[in-house]
């Protein structure tokens, strides 16, 4: 199994630029989330969605950023513009269902707005 | 919403001493999660405690959950090396509540 695979790992972009940070979870698993992580803030949910349809995005911190999810093996997460204080580590992870709901998480994508 | 808050925030561990770290929920869970992150690394599952009072044992590692589900500790033995990481757990169902965490370091 490849486990939960982001691309790009690394990202640094200019204050106002668009940002795409995209995800492919484990096959077969039902939930996806997204979080952010900051020495902060810590790890923080942005959005999950189960079956491929957006649950909570309460945890989404304004209008700049989206996620979509178009079918079960990828989603994306977009921010635009990107601001300097979205820099952070934002990692994606699935969990195969609320009865096995252990999250494997990819390894990231490390964002830094200058 | 569900809060989960840990302690302590750091800790130093000589090699070869043991050390617990704390969990605590402001609400009922129904079930208790563990994840190490090593420096420069994402969380990486360890276990999953789900009844009142349980405790599972991975190694060196005992986990516990408390009898009213408010609470679980982490409690490592025998430190090593390879226990240098950031210990955090979380709470909830399938959208977890996640503590700040316990960075660990050792000092050999």
């Known amino acids: 199994d490849a486990g939960v695979i982001q691309s790009p790992r690394h990202e640094v972009t200019e204050m106002g630029q668009e940002v795409t940070l995209r995800c492919k979870p484990i096959?077969?698993?039902?939930?996806l989330f997204w979080y952010r992580q900051t020495m902060m803030r810590g790890l923080e949910l942005l959005i999950y969605?189960?079956?491929?349809?957006?649950?909570?995005d309460s945890g989404m911190p304004e209008d700049r950023f989206s996620a979509k999810m178009p079918n079960a093996s990828f989603s994306t997460l977009k921010i635009q513009p990107s601001e300097p204080r979205d820099s952070a580590v934002y990692f994606c992870?699935?969990?195969?269902?609320?009865?096995?709901?252990?999250?494997?998480f990819g390894p990231g994508t490390r964002l830094t707005v200058t | 919403g569900q809060q989960v808050m840990q302690i302590p925030q750091y800790q130093h561990v000589q090699e070869g001493e043991d050390f617990t770290t704390y969990c605590n929920s402001s609400?009922?869970?129904?079930?208790i999660q563990w994840y190490k992150q090593r420096p420069g690394g994402h969380p990486v599952f360890l276990i999953q405690?789900?009844?009142?009072?349980e405790v599972k044992k991975q190694k060196r590692l005992t986990f516990q959950f408390g009898e009213a589900k408010k609470n679980s500790s982490l409690h490592i033995t025998a430190t090593q090396t390879t226990d240098v990481g950031t210990y955090f757990c979380?709470?909830?169902?399938?959208?977890?509540?996640f503590g700040a965490g316990t960075t660990v370091t050792v000092r050999a």
């Open positions: 979380a709470g909830g169902d399938y959208k977890l509540s």
């Open positions: 405690l789900v009844k009142s009072g």
């Open positions: 096959s077969g698993h039902d939930y």
């Open positions: 969605f189960n079956n491929n349809v957006p649950i909570d």
């Open positions: 992870a699935s969990s195969l269902s609320p009865e096995r709901s252990e999250q494997y």
């Open positions: 609400t009922t869970l129904s079930n």
